[in-house]
Every structure is written in structure tokens, then in C-alpha cells.
């Protein structure tokens, strides 16, 4: 997705070998026009995909999925996000390690709202190491549930998630890919 | 708003004295095309107001705000929360105390997306007793910036919180305000 190349060229920083910084449009401000631009870019995707839920994670990812699903005409289910285990029997949950927090959390989903007869698109705003991808995957398999694809906004090439979940077949869509990155330059795949 | 008022007695469930979940449509299953509504209704109510950005705090702020957003085309800045102190010089910080989770944390903004000729719109989906609301009106105050209303989808007014902001002279529009609420009954003020 061209624009969204520009957009992170121009409004984007890398800061140290891995984390870069969109917050002036995706993940602390964000730009609710240019987002409907990456809603429409999803839809199109996968539109024959027959989804009838879009899967999130709190917090950044809720803007990109309920934006999406205008387009799409679903609901939104977020994840939460809980240090504490909770073992009430009405929730799927899994555990996901954060390295940019260096921590390991507990998500979960209220069983009330996935069940075997949905079709989920996961949709997050980064995939690096993919551990909150594979952590949403299970909340999927848990709810009996069929995972249509992974939609993501800016993917790191350069570390392992993409390629963990694509060898697990799974569709994932990745609307920027970056290479490599550095300080001064930022190189995307294709 | 009729159809709020409805979907709240349809689908929402009261627990205890104080806690009503609208888990189905707003706080964990999010029901985007009715937000639709709540977006256009909040764009009508401040629609003369001069609005630069819309603020919220993650992690369930931030559907309402996006959608809303559409409406009155300005960029949305979400409030991240964080347990720990952070004294970075180019934030803007506050304390909240959470009744649900009966703790304090810190929220912060960063100063990149907050100056001093903005036009606040804080938008929040519940209000209860107040302290989420005062801590986004103390940030837009450290910007130097107009805090030119609130709006709320579920107000429960039988708590101190929006005669606490009317008082202080903030113009808070809410949605939906709850007179009283018990297992089988919610009343309505209006």
C-alpha cells in the first residue's frame, strides 16, 4: 500500500534497531481519515472471505478493527489484557510474552462472543515477533472458530512473526512490510 | 438518544449496586454500526463548537472516538495508561484513580499532539465518578489547550462524577444518563 509507504517515510521513527515510532498517525494520535484508507485496503483483501468477526487486541488495534469493520459490516471483538489469571470458565485465554514490554500477559475473550460457527479476521496495527497474533490464533482455535486471515498494518520483516505464521498457513496480509530499517532509511519488501 | 436507552435495557446487564456491562455492544464486543449513530449524535451536539481533536484514554475510549471522529474529521489522541511514573519531559501527566480496578495509574499524552490552539473534545464511554474525565481535563490543561466539552455514552448519574465536571463549568453531553439501576430495572433521567 503505497501511501501507507509515504506516510511511515515521512511521519515515522526508527529508534534503535527495532522500534518504530508511527504515534502521529497509528498508535497514540490517530489519523481517522487516512485510517479509513487502510479499512477499505482490508475489506478489499478479503472480501470473499466470508468473515463474520474482526478479532483485536486492546489498545492500538481497536481504531484499525472498528474502522475496518465499517467497511466489512461485522462486529469488533477486542482481547484484554490482564497480568492477573483469571480462571473464570466463560473465557478463552491465552498467554502472550510482550518483548517491548518484557513481560508476559494473559489475553481473553469473553466465550459469549466467538463461537464455532464464526469466520475471524485478526487484525492488529504491527506484527514483529507475532506473539500476540499466535496468542489471538488460540483464542480462535479455543472458541472452535475458523481464522480467515491475519490483517496487519506495518509488518517487521526482519523478525520472525510473518514467516512463523505464514509456515503455519495462515493468510496473512500485511499492508507494509519493512525489510530492513535504520536510522536514516527505511527499505520495504517489494 | 431512544435507541441507546433501548439497547442499554435490551442488552445490558446490571451487577450489584454499580457495574452495568454493555460488554455486547460497547466495552468488549463492539457493535461499529450503532457506534455509527453515537458518532453522528455526538457530531451534532458539538457541532458548533470549533473542535481541533478529540481525546480519550485506551483502552475502550478509542472505538467511540474513531468512529466519531469520521463525523467531525479531526484526529483522535488516545491517553496511554501506564502504572508506572514516567518523567519525561515532553509528556503531559496525570493521576487517575480507578474505582473498577481500585488502584491508581498515570495517563499520559504526549506534548507532540497537544498545544495551546487546540479545541478539546474529551470523549469517554462511561462516566461514573469522574477521575477519568478530570485526569484527560487536567492534561488538555497542561497544553494550554480548550477543553470545549465532554462526551459521554453512559453516564450513571447516581454518581458524583457529572455533577462534579457540570459544576466546574464543562458543558458534558451524555447520551444516556442512569437515575437508578438495580438486577431488574434501569430508569432513565429525562
Not at 32 to 56: H, W, Y
Not at 92 to 119: A, C, H, P, W
Not at 180 to 186: D, N, V
Amino acid at each position: 500500500m503505497q501511501r501507507l509507504k509515504e506516510k511511515i517515510i515521512k511521519e515515522g521513527s526508527v529508534q534503535g534497531s527495532n522500534i518504530l515510532k508511527v504515534d502521529n498517525f497509528l498508535n497514540h494520535q490517530i489519523d481517522v481519515s487516512f485510517l479509513n484508507e487502510i479499512g477499505r485496503e482490508f475489506a478489499r483483501r478479503f472480501q470473499d472471505a466470508g468473515i463474520s468477526k474482526i478479532l483485536t487486541i486492546e489498545a492500538s488495534g481497536i481504531a484499525v478493527a472498528a474502522i475496518t469493520a465499517q467497511y466489512i459490516k461485522v462486529p469488533v471483538v477486542f482481547a484484554k489484557k490482564t497480568e492477573s489469571k483469571n480462571l473464570d470458565q466463560n473465557l478463552y485465554q491465552s498467554e502472550v510474552f510482550s518483548f517491548t514490554k518484557g513481560k508476559t500477559y494473559q489475553i481473553m475473550v469473553s466465550s459469549k462472543y466467538l463461537d464455532n460457527n464464526d469466520r475471524i479476521l485478526i487484525i492488529d496495527d504491527f506484527l514483529a515477533n507475532g506473539r500476540a497474533a499466535l496468542g489471538l490464533k488460540e483464542i480462535v482455535e479455543q472458541a472452535g472458530a475458523e481464522l480467515v486471515g491475519i490483517g496487519i498494518v506495518i509488518e517487521k520483516g526482519f523478525q520472525p512473526g510473518g514467516a512463523i505464521l505464514r509456515e503455519a498457513g495462515i493468510r496473512v496480509e500485511s499492508l507494509a512490510i519493512i525489510k530492513t530499517m535504520s536510522a536514516g532509511e527505511i527499505v520495504f519488501e517489494k
